[in-house]
């Protein structure tokens, strides 16, 4: 193995990448991917790929797990066995059950529960490569899916990572961080509108200092994952019968008619002052 | 939802099947277009994405360095795995592995395996020591019918761009270093039939397998060979429609063949 030199963030001013410390990786989204599921989405996020699928609201079986008063929501985040760079083993691990746990519970907050009684949401996210924050990458595409499976929700969820690597304060870490001596990761989930924390998890040591610095950091970046998320949500909606460029075209007629029309009524008043002036002759 | 569809589905297959006709409008013979995208999954060694009609599935292959088994100690070997997701269709379940998706894979399995289009001893690194191990996994991301096809094609065009890591004098694997591709001496590929109302039809849609009461499997290779068979669900085929399946096969595989090679050249 070669030397490879510890980068440092404070003198470099940029990461290993080269993006900015309060850059996020690109992120694209597309919705209503799969036919099969009620709602779906597939995400790239970076090097991370990850695909969200809605069933339901449907009967929650077996039987005791439904609850007479709301949904219950569950997730399931599963890796392939190709997603990571050591094969991973097909059987759901530990780490996938404590994320499917977290994840259920930051989308539970969001969705109106309360008018599926007895039924359960499922959803499943299944990540077919990962580069580093995978799971905030799922909670993102999750909520899209959610909201394209046309289930009521108070808000989406937005998330990003943010901490610490190589001696400064950064958003969204990629692998080469989170191997940082100094790594500290703070997966972060928030309801862009009112913007409640509802995913937070951390490992790694910080200050409280920098916690209050990351806050702010973490709250922007979510705002930049929820405009993609909206984005791709109009696309799917608001555009899916009439191509961009028609609406366009439609936009930019409209002021011709209205020229036209006007043309018309100014030739008739013109015309009617004519006739008023000739009378008035 | 979704499953009631498909009940009411599932008589008018068979009806249409007995006047010669298929739900989506194909000929018995014909299969649903695909697209191949390569390489998607950069955490793999090989990656391959199938859309097959609306069947929606992922193929990855991992390289990996284990002990050679005692009795081929100079051979690699290749596992080939699926995962019938409950992401991909809602009547599916997680939990331990189900017959049916050890079935789908054992096939893929043996199509690719018995061909002997991987040259195991060219796997070996050091005799009786280290050996390469290459896993093949499936997932079906939307999964409408012959997962088996859609499984065979995405499986072999993820092991025809599959790249053999470089290793360090410990036989640990050097990450993003790669010593060569993996060679395949033939293209296997399956191709499955079902019967539906007595007749039979080539890649059956999610509902033309469900209201199948017989399925058929042969892989085939550009050489003339078959490299396994596989006769699945309750019904039965006589020795003709054997034949005639096996015939069929032959020329839906090569036609697959030419249209997945092309796909791949891009």
């Known amino acids: ?281 | 939802m979704r499953q009631t569809i498909l009940e009411n589905d599932l008589s008018k297959v068979v009806e249409l099947a007995k006047q010669g006709k298929r739900l989506d409008g194909r000929a018995f013979d014909e299969m649903r277009d695909f697209t191949i995208e390569l390489g998607k999954c950069e955490n793999a060694e090989g990656s391959a994405r199938i859309m097959l009609g609306q069947t929606e599935l992922i193929a990855g292959i991992k390289m990996g360095v284990d002990k050679p088994y005692p009795d081929s100690p100079d051979e690699g070997a290749i596992s080939v795995g699926a995962e019938l997701i409950p992401l991909a269709h809602s009547e599916y379940e997680s939990g331990p592995p189900s017959f049916d998706e050890i079935e789908v894979a054992r096939v893929v399995d043996r199509g690719i395996r018995e061909s002997k289009s991987i040259d195991f001893a060219k796997l070996c690194i050091k005799e009786g020591e280290a050996v390469w191990v290459a896993f093949m996994d499936f997932y079906p991301m939307n999964a409408d019918g012959n997962l088996f096809d859609a499984g065979a094609i995405a499986g072999l065009a993820a092991f025809m761009s599959a790249k053999v890591p470089k290793l360090n004098d410990k036989n640990k694997i050097i990450k993003h270093e790669y010593e060569g591709k993996l060679e395949l001496k033939r293209m296997p590929l399956l191709t499955s039939f079902v019967k539906v109302g007595g007749k039979i039809m080539v890649d059956a849609t999610y509902v033309e397998e469900k209201a199948a009461e017989a399925r058929f499997s042969v892989s085939t290779t550009e050489d003339g060979y078959m490299a396994a068979m596989q006769k699945g669900m309750g019904g039965s085929f006589s020795v003709d429609e054997i034949n005639y399946m096996i015939d069929k096969a032959f020329v839906i595989g090569a036609e697959t063949r030419k249209k997945l090679l092309k796909q791949m050249k891009q």
């Open chain 1, 1 to 281: 193995m070669t030397e490879e030199k510890i980068p440092d963030y404070k003198k470099d001013k940029k990461r290993v990448d080269g993006r900015k410390m309060d850059e996020l990786r690109p992120i694209s989204i597309k919705v209503g991917v799969l036919p099969n599921a009620d709602g779906s989405a597939y995400l790239e996020w970076g090097q991370n790929k990850v695909y969200a699928a809605v069933h339901g609201p449907r009967e929650a079986l077996p039987k005791h797990t439904q609850n007479p008063y709301k949904a219950v929501v569950k997730v399931n985040y599963r890796m392939t066995t190709f997603s990571v760079p050591e094969r991973k083993q097909p059987r759901p691990n530990r780490r996938d059950m404590e994320i499917s746990k977290v994840l259920g519970e930051a989308l539970d907050k969001v969705i109106f529960t309360e008018q599926f009684p007895n039924t359960e949401i499922s959803v499943y996210v299944e990540v077919i490569d990962s580069n580093a924050g995978s799971r905030v990458a799922c909670l993102t595409a999750a909520s899209c899916a959610l909201a394209n499976a046309g289930i009521p929700m108070r808000d989406l969820v937005a998330a990003t990572g943010i901490g610490k690597a190589f001696g400064e304060l950064i958003v969204d870490l990629d692998k080469n961080e989170e191997d940082a001596p100094d790594a500290v990761d703070i997966p972060f989930g928030i309801m862009p509108n009112s913007g409640e924390i509802v995913l937070l998890q951390m490992d790694g040591l910080l200050t409280k200092e920098e916690w209050d610095k990351l806050v702010p950091m973490g709250m922007k970046a979510c705002a930049d994952v929820y405009a993609v998320q909206k984005k791709a949500l109009q696309e799917k909606f608001s555009l899916s019968e009439v191509s961009e460029k028609n609406v366009e075209a439609v936009i930019e007629a409209k002021p011709k008619q209205d020229k036209e029309a006007k043309a018309k009524t100014d030739a008739k008043t013109e015309k009617k002052d004519s006739k008023a002036k000739k009378v008035r002759k």
